[in-house]
């Protein structure tokens, strides 16, 4: 059974950064795609980084160039380094994965709130 743990939320002032951690436990047999969502009261929830298969990333636009995703497979943990934060970028933030194991399945972690004051 697979299961995803994020960790690294919290309160941060405008300009501050946090590091997400998302780490994945139970068998996988290939990964299809690692993502970091986030949804903000009131809001629809929305992607805000992948890695795809290859290990590409890709951001949504308000994020390129402050926050990078990255992964660490011999830790099977995930990242999400979050610079110069913005009170927009409050939300709760989940981790997902889309992957073998053996059959596709695409996973959820609980999520953890980020809180950027002004």
């Known amino acids: 059974q697979v299961q995803l743990a994020e960790s690294g939320g919290g309160l941060v002032q405008t300009g501050g950064s946090l590091r997400l951690s998302c780490e994945i436990s139970?068998?996988?047999?290939?990964?299809?795609?690692m993502s970091w969502f986030r949804q903000a009261p009131g809001s629809q929830r929305e992607r805000v980084a992948m890695l795809n298969s290859q290990g590409s990333p890709s951001y949504l636009d308000s994020v390129a160039g402050r926050f990078t995703i990255s992964r660490d497979a011999a830790k099977n943990t995930m990242y999400l380094q979050m610079n110069n934060l913005k009170p927009k970028d409050t939300a709760v933030y989940s981790c997902n994965l889309n992957a073998l194991s053996p059959y596709a399945g695409n996973f959820w972690g609980p999520g953890t709130q980020v809180t950027v004051s002004a």
């Open positions: 139970g068998r996988i047999f290939r990964v299809m795609h």
